[in-house]
């Protein structure tokens, strides 16, 4: 069964919250670690790039190729309304 760019982002943000609460954080179940702020701390940095190297290994799924594609598929919706 096919994933979703969408479906495929959410895991590994779920991925990078079970590593972050490894080290003995959380955070809310929203919480995006892809997205990129300034105040962005590195260990949440950490998390995500280790959360794609984990779902590349596991599915072979390239997550910033996917990022990319959700982009892609945003920008459509918001051209079509």
Same mark, same amino acid.
């Given at each position: 069964?096919?994933? &979703?760019?969408?479906?495929?982002?959410d895991?590994? #943000?779920?991925?990078a919250?079970?590593?972050?609460?490894?080290?003995g954080?959380?955070?809310?179940? %929203?919480f995006v670690?892809? &997205?990129?702020?300034? #105040?962005r701390?590195?260990? $949440?940095?950490?998390?995500?790039q280790?959360a794609? $190297?984990?779902?590349?290994?596991m599915t072979e799924? %390239?997550?910033?190729d996917?990022?990319d $594609?959700?982009? %892609? $598929?945003?920008?459509? %919706?918001t051209?079509? #309304?």
């Amino acid at each position: 069964m096919a994933r &979703t760019a969408q479906q495929i982002v959410d895991q590994t #943000n779920a991925i990078a919250r079970i590593i972050y609460k490894g080290m003995g954080y959380q955070s809310p179940d %929203d919480f995006v670690f892809h &997205t990129e702020t300034i #105040n962005r701390h590195p260990y $949440e940095r950490n998390c995500w790039q280790s959360a794609c $190297e984990i779902q590349e290994l596991m599915t072979e799924t %390239d997550v910033s190729d996917v990022l990319d $594609e959700l982009e %892609d $598929e945003q920008l459509q %919706d918001t051209t079509k #309304n």
